[in-house]
């Protein structure tokens, strides 16, 4: 059997910084979404 690799502590933060970069850039682009749709709600309804 393959054992998981046990990264030291720099690994360790620099994956979860570029995983907190990613989760700030998915959440702009879904709250991006929402505001685009809820836009082109309203300016149907006009």
Known sequence: ???KPNPNK???DAFLAKRKKKNWAFLA???GL????FAITILKMS
Not at 34 to 37: G, H, N, Q, R, T
């Open 34 to 37: 929402a505001v685009l749709f």
């Open 1 to 3: 059997m393959s054992e």
């Open 10 to 12: 720099a690994e360790l």
């Open 29 to 31: 682009i879904l709250g």
